[in-house]
């Protein structure tokens, strides 16, 4: 069964930078699409970034130019880089499949604030 584990999260000003990692189990993960989503209080949670399996990526409006996906297909791995952050991405970031999503995890809470 595959599960998510999300980490690096925690309180930062706004400008500051996060690197949020995911540690992912399944021996067939470089298959699939990954995100990174977030979820504000009371908001829907939405994808902020997504990778394909060959490193193709894309990304909301929204953080365009300050977020940055990545992953590493030998260590099962999926990573967000977060530069330039707002208070507006204080959320919590969970990672998943882009498509045909798995059980969420527990997601790593981001906060930005002065």
């Known amino acids: 069964q595959v599960q998510f584990v999300e980490s690096g999260g925690g309180s930062v000003q706004p400008g500051g930078s996060l690197r949020l990692s995911c540690a992912a189990s399944g021996s067939i993960f470089s298959l699939y699409a990954m995100g990174w989503y977030r979820q504000a209080p009371g908001k829907q949670r939405e994808l902020v970034a997504d990778i394909t399996s060959g490193g193709s990526t894309d990304y909301a409006e929204s953080v365009k130019g300050r977020f940055t996906i990545s992953r590493d297909n030998a260590k099962n791995m999926v990573y967000l880089q977060m530069n330039a952050l707002k208070p507006e991405d204080t959320a919590v970031y969970y990672c998943?499949?882009?498509?045909?999503?798995?059980?969420w995890g527990q997601g790593t809470q981001v906060t930005v604030s002065s």
């Open positions: 998943n499949r882009r498509y045909s999503m798995l059980r």
